[in-house]
């Protein structure tokens, strides 16, 4: 996703700063090309030759040092980059950057770049509570400076609050957000439903799948970067969930009926990954169900959520669903089209390889109101969901010009 594009990484001196590491080879595997610059004070945390190793290109330390070419070289690298990310960012250098100070490499490029600035503070919670810190926040922010928030957890001083730097997932999505993404779902209200439900029997036990969510959560976090508001329905998910978006969690098919229903009417793009148990227990039992031979249990349909926005569904709105099966793909997929209205629907054969619930990638083929039909190759997840939305995108506009 970041192919080609000039990552200019800036480490200071924070105790998180041995995290940059996991950074530059995240964004290198991403495709990109990383230069580092680190101010003195990193240099006393972590060595610049894990940087040199990891970007495989020259770390910069000191404004006077002996050239790596015969460029001015802050000018060249300020030029170079695509963006410029501070991460971890000390108070020291967001009050410099805050100041327009230029008294080391860092700063002077900081001032001299034209690409878009991204900062991940990490420092003690008082530090960054700070009137002085909140203050530079504030002005950084007015000039345009994206600020990747900090977590709360235990910090490096023993103390816990907020001011852990970012996961590094966060600080990833922020730069593919500001350095590869159209946004061309501005504007846009997209509802994605991910994971699976569970169908609770008695304290103890819960009918549910194999679902983990990873698919819907990569749709979400896909339109997330491409401008759109996004509110994710969340059931039973194994992979980690984006920031930036509004999440609700939910537990049985009941309860994500009401939560999709509640955001339904709000929303531009519905995309129903989620795998919803078709059935749930007649009844629940208050106790553990005791061991007594064979039993059987008795079962109810659960509400169809995506068969009622068919049928509720706005002129405009655009309606996205799932299909999965072992057999006859197509005509199950295309059936399913039809009967719950919807303008797509994306195919998955369950038994394809590396694919299907707990895979990283997926076989899928989309089929939309219009007739078409189109199989995709294998690919990683969130490929697939750049495919979906792309496709929705493109709905979107046809519906528009229509208009
Ligand atoms: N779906 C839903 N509510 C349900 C069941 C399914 O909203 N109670 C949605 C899923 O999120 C998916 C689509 O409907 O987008 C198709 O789900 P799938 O399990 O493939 O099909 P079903 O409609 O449940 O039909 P069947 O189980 O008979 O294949």
Not at 93 to 120: E, F, H
Not at 315 to 342: D, H, P, R, Y
Not at 354 to 374: C, M, P, W
Request: one cysteine or more; glycine letters at 6%; a neutral charge.
């Amino acid at each position: 996703m970041l192919n080609g594009t000039h990552i200019l990484l800036g480490v200071t001196g924070s105790i998180a700063a041995y995290k940059a590491a996991d950074l530059v080879s995240r964004f290198k595997k991403l495709g990109a090309e990383v230069k580092v610059i680190m101010t003195r004070s990193a240099t006393e945390l972590i060595a610049p030759l894990t940087f040199q190793s990891l970007s495989q290109n020259p770390v910069y330390t000191d404004m006077f040092e002996t050239p790596h070419s015969w460029e001015t070289e802050h000018i060249s690298l300020a030029k170079w980059a695509d963006v410029l990310l501070v991460a971890p960012a000390t108070a020291n250098i967001l009050a410099k950057l805050a100041c327009g100070i230029a008294d080391d490499m860092l700063s002077t490029v900081a001032l001299a770049t034209r690409a878009p600035i991204l900062v991940a503070p990490a420092m003690n919670t008082a530090m960054l509570e700070h009137a002085a810190v909140q203050e530079n926040i504030k002005t950084l922010q007015s000039r345009g400076v994206l600020f990747i928030e900090p977590e709360e957890g235990r910090l490096a001083c023993g103390d816990t609050g907020r001011g852990k730097l970012a996961a590094a997932e966060d600080i990833t999505d922020a730069v593919l957000y500001t350095a590869a993404c159209p946004k061309d779902l501005a504007g846009l209200s997209v509802l994605v439903t991910a994971g699976a439900t569970m169908e609770p029997l008695d304290p103890v036990r819960f009918l549910t799948n194999h679902s983990s969510g990873r698919m819907g959560i990569e749709i979400a976090r896909m339109a997330k970067m491409r401008g759109a508001s996004v509110t994710l329905v969340a059931g039973m998910v194994n992979v980690r969930i984006p920031t930036g978006m509004n999440v609700i969690r939910v537990e049985s098919a009941r309860d994500m009926h009401m939560a999709c229903m509640e955001h339904f009417r709000q929303a531009d793009i519905v995309i129903k990954a989620a795998a919803v148990a078709d059935y749930r227990p007649t009844a629940y039992a208050e106790n553990k169900i005791k061991k007594a031979g064979d039993m059987n249990i008795s079962l109810e349909q659960n509400p169809d959520i995506l068969a009622e926005m068919g049928e509720k569904k706005k002129e405009g709105q655009l309606l996205i669903g799932f299909c999965m099966e072992t057999e006859q793909l197509e005509e199950n997929a295309e059936i399913k089209l039809q009967k719950k209205n919807l303008d797509m629907i994306v195919a998955n054969h369950l038994l394809a390889e590396n694919a299907g619930f707990q895979a990283d990638n997926n076989t899928v083929t989309i089929l939309s109101r219009t007739g078409t039909k189109e199989a995709l190759p294998n690919m990683p997840k969130w490929m697939v969901a750049g495919e979906i939305l792309n496709r929705a995108f493109h709905m979107k506009q046809l519906d528009k010009k229509r208009d």
